[in-house]
């Protein structure tokens, strides 16, 4: 199964990410993700066999302790583009307050989950919730504008846990199912 490590969003937030991605609704080449599985992915782990599921958990658990991060809020709210405003190929709204903690549970997971043997993630690490994808560049010029010249604010939520997910390809794209909780 196609798992990867996150922060889910609540339900409460999605009505503020899909007002963000109305304000990107007019730009062509956009496929947009669906505001109610928004998340800020920690860790993409690719193909996880069941049979290693507890041995994930393991290391997750230990990377949790690890981070010394007791439950938190964040806030989401910023816009931002990977890789760059020349050529982009996600849109994404950020975390504000929150990030910190965030990237020391992202940094936490990382050294547990390389050292049982998953590959170490080749970017720096930016907390962030996906809005939409850039298939083609028709509607770059728009994107651009919007990024630069809007900040909007989806909200403040509090952070508990991470979750283990798995993601399914459905019709309407990617479905997501919650494998196992880890406790802040």
Known sequence: MRCFLAVDLPDSLAAGVAAVQDR???ADGLRFTDPAGAHVTLKF?????????????????????????????????????FPSLDYIRVVWVGVDDGAAELTRL?????????????????HDFTPHVTLARMD?????????????????TVGTFRVREVRLKKSERGP???EYETVTRFSL
Do not use: C, Q, Y
């Open 24 to 26: 990107l609704s007019d």
């Open 45 to 81: 782990l690719g193909e996880l066999p069941p049979d290693r599921v507890d041995e994930v958990g393991d290391a997750v658990e230990s990377a949790v302790d690890a981070a010394g991060v007791a439950p938190f809020d964040a806030s989401v709210g910023g816009l931002g583009v």
């Open 106 to 122: 992202h940094e936490a997971i990382e050294r547990e989950t390389t050292a049982i043997g998953f590959d170490p993630e080749g």
């Open 136 to 152: 083609d560049a028709r509607g770059k010029d728009l994107v651009r504008r919007v990024v630069e010249d809007e900040s909007p």
């Open 172 to 174: 309407d794209g990617p």
